[in-house]
Structures are given as C-alpha cells and as structure tokens.
C-alpha cells in the first residue's frame, strides 16, 4: 500500500479527506494482518496478537461507518460484512481469556465468594483457554484470508471527495445511533441493550480520535470519556459471558447462586457509573454535535 504514514488513526489537515480515510482504512487492514502473521511466525504472542488485530478491525469498521454515503451502498455492506466475520473468527480465543479476566476482576471486587468453587471454575476457564489456543489455527487462516481480500479492497475505492461532506452526515448517524442505544438502555438496562450501546459508543470514540487533530483539547477528552463509557459497558458484557459461561458449570447450586448475585451486584454498579457518564456525552442533538465538529475541521483546515 502506497499510502504514507498509513498507520496513523487520524486525519491529518493537509490531505483531501476521502484519501484521509482511505489511507487510515488501509493501515488498519495492514496492522491486524500484520498481528497475526507475526502470531503464525510465533514472533507475536497469540493472545495479545488476536487482541490487537480485532481491536483495528474494529477501528476499521467504525471508519466504513463514517463512508457510508461516500462508497456504493453494495460495496459498503460487503465490507462490513467481510470485517465481521473476520472478527468473529478470533471471537472465540478472545472470549475464553475475556473470561478468565472477567473472573480475576470479580475476584477482587467482591469478598464474600465461595473461594473453592471460584478456584475450580478458574481453572476450567484456563483449559478453555489453553484448548482454544491449540486449536484455532484455521480461524486464524480464515481471518487472514478475509483481511487480505478487503486490503486489495480498498485499494479500488477511489474516494475523492474532500470537504466534510464526506464524513458529515454518516458522523450525525453514528452519534444518533449512540444517543438512540443509551436511552435504551437506561430505559431496559438489559444485557443485549448495554450491549448494543457499547459497539455504538466505540463508533463514536473512534470517530472523534480520528478528528481529533482538528482540535485536540475538547475533541481528546470527549475521545478518553466515550473510552471510559465503553470501558464500563465493556465490563458489563464480560460479566454476562461469565454468567453464560457459569450455568453451564457444576460448581454446586448454592455457590452457583451466590455467584450470579455477585455479578448481578457488580452489572449494578457498573451501569450506575455508565448511565451519567453517557447523558453528558450525548448532550446534544445529533445535528448540533456534527455542526460543531464541522465548525472544529473547517476553522483547521482553513
């Protein structure tokens, strides 16, 4: 890929933004393949590998978010789809780690657990983890495989617009999008809600780290906040896949039941901090939030 400095997660202000994003889409591509082929080559650990390459396709989808009004609708939908599936691919050796964290930080938090059934459980959860590792070498290649294909991909886009309008209208979605997922779930904090309302904030914490430049102060700070959110709802979701994970355990239906109750305490608190914290970060009405940020690039950009 010919892009200079294509690693970068940020539009820089003397670049035409349609070839901002392209480049900052490509580079993305290029670090998560980068990741796992060092995790093949054994250069690369392979958990912290899968971590990071589905941490960029994640950032990489959120930046196909930002041209969905820019690329053909087919084009749009195709990748990403393909960026999904290659996600989904390395789920399943992130989520047996995700929960042996998950459990670690439970353990922390909460003092009255029945401390043998947690010891068990834990390590059933590193047999998990360590049975995954040996075994996920085809979701791995499949991974790759897609990643490759949707770099050649990108190549071909051809964005040549320049102005806001490339981002403008597809930047007022995303925080909508956001704003619509909060109020859900504040109204029925629910696991598949919170949920939701996560992938939503980490949408908006990417695309406002890629505008960023274009005024680092505020734009930084609403960027480390919508990290902190997704922080907290990120916990909340582990703790369901530990709940998940827990029923399907013999660890004695006492200890069992006192487990669940201490999640559900810990989901509790968790959505407590997180409900405040997304009020103030969706103040505003979608259309004033994007007529700000315009304001922020253009007054940048000159």
């Given at each position: ?33 980068e990741?796992?082929?060092?995790s093949?080559?054994g ?6 590998a899968?971590h ?12 196909l ?5 820019e690329?053909p609708?087919k ?10 599936k ?6 399943a050796s ?14 922390e ?18 047999s ?16 790759v ?9 990108i ?28 109020r ?7 696991e598949?809600?919170v949920?939701?309302?996560r ?10 780290e ?11 700070a609403a ?10 709802l990120g916990?909340?979701h582990?703790l ?36 405040p ?14 007529r ?6 253009q007054?940048?950009?000159?």
């Amino acid at each position: 890929m010919a892009f200079e400095n294509g690693r970068t997660y940020a539009l820089k202000g003397d670049e035409p933004l349609g070839r901002g994003m392209t480049r900052i889409a490509a580079g993305r591509a290029e670090k998560a393949l980068e990741r796992l082929r060092g995790s093949a080559s054994g250069e690369v650990g392979k958990a912290d590998a899968v971590h990071g390459a589905r941490r960029d396709l994640k950032k990489l989808r959120a930046a196909l978010r930002l041209l969905r009004d820019e690329l053909p609708k087919k084009v749009y939908r195709e990748e990403i789809e393909r960026y999904r599936k290659a996600g989904r691919a390395l789920a399943a050796s992130r989520d047996a780690e995700v929960k042996l964290q998950a459990l670690e930080r439970l353990g922390e938090q909460t003092e009255d657990l029945p401390r043998e059934a947690i010891e068990s459980w834990r390590r059933f959860l590193l047999s998990d983890c360590e049975m995954v590792v040996s075994t996920d070498e085809p979701a791995l290649a499949e991974a790759v495989a897609a990643i490759e294909t949707g770099l050649a991909g990108i190549e071909g886009w051809r964005l040549e617009g320049k102005g806001w309008k490339v981002v403008g209208g597809s930047l007022t979605r995303v925080y909508r999008r956001g704003r619509r997922a909060g109020r859900d779930a504040e109204a029925d904090p629910s696991e598949a809600n919170v949920h939701q309302w996560r992938k939503r904030v980490k949408d908006l914490r990417y695309a406002l780290e890629l505008l960023e430049r274009s005024w680092s102060g505020p734009l930084r700070a609403a960027a480390e906040e919508s990290h902190r959110l997704a922080d907290l709802l990120g916990d909340h979701h582990d703790l369901a896949l530990l709940r998940e994970d827990l029923r399907q355990r013999r660890l004695g239906e006492e200890e069992t039941g006192r487990i669940e109750a201490a999640i559900d305490e810990r989901q509790g608190q968790l959505a407590a901090d997180a409900l405040p914290l997304g009020r103030r970060l969706y103040a505003e009405r979608p259309e004033d939030f994007s007529r700000r940020l315009r304001r922020y690039w253009q007054a940048w950009r000159g």
